[in-house]
C-alpha cells in the first residue's frame, strides 16, 4: 500500500490550498489527514468514511472540508482562510481491516 501526498506548500495568512492524497490497493473504509506541528504530536485534522461521514477537528470547522473520490482510491483536503498555526506536516492516513497506513508528510507553511 502506498499514500502519495501532494499539495503542499508556502500560502500567506488567510490563503488556500488544497491537498490530494493517491492511495494504491483496494478501497479504505476511513481516509483522513492528520498533522504534526514542529515540537507538538501528531494530531487528528479530519477523517471521511467510504460512505462519506465527515469527522473535522474543532480548530479546522469551518475552514477546512476533506473530500473523497472513492473511484480513484484519493482523499483531499481543501484548506481556506489558513493561519500560521495551521503550519504543519500533514500526514494522509488510510484504514482498511483494522491497519491503518500512513504517507510520508507534506509540509505546509503559512506565513503571516
Do not use: H
Request: glycine share 12%; net charge positive; charged share 15%.
Amino acid at each position: 500500500v502506498q499514500l502519495v501526498e501532494s499539495g503542499g506548500g508556502l500560502v500567506q495568512a488567510g490563503g488556500s490550498l488544497r491537498l490530494s492524497c493517491a492511495a494504491s490497493g483496494s478501497i479504505f473504509s476511513i481516509m483522513g489527514w492528520y498533522r504534526q506541528a514542529p515540537g507538538k504530536q501528531r494530531e487528528l485534522v479530519a477523517t471521511i468514511t467510504v460512505g462519506g461521514i465527515t469527522n473535522n477537528a474543532d480548530s479546522v470547522k469551518g475552514r477546512f472540508t476533506i473530500s473523497r473520490d472513492n473511484a480513484e482510491n484519493t482523499v483531499y483536503l481543501q484548506m481556506n482562510s489558513l493561519k500560521p498555526e495551521d503550519t504543519a506536516v500533514y500526514y494522509c492516513n488510510a484504514q482498511r481491516f483494522g491497519i491503518i497506513y500512513w504517507g510520508k508528510g507534506t509540509l505546509v507553511t503559512v506565513a503571516s
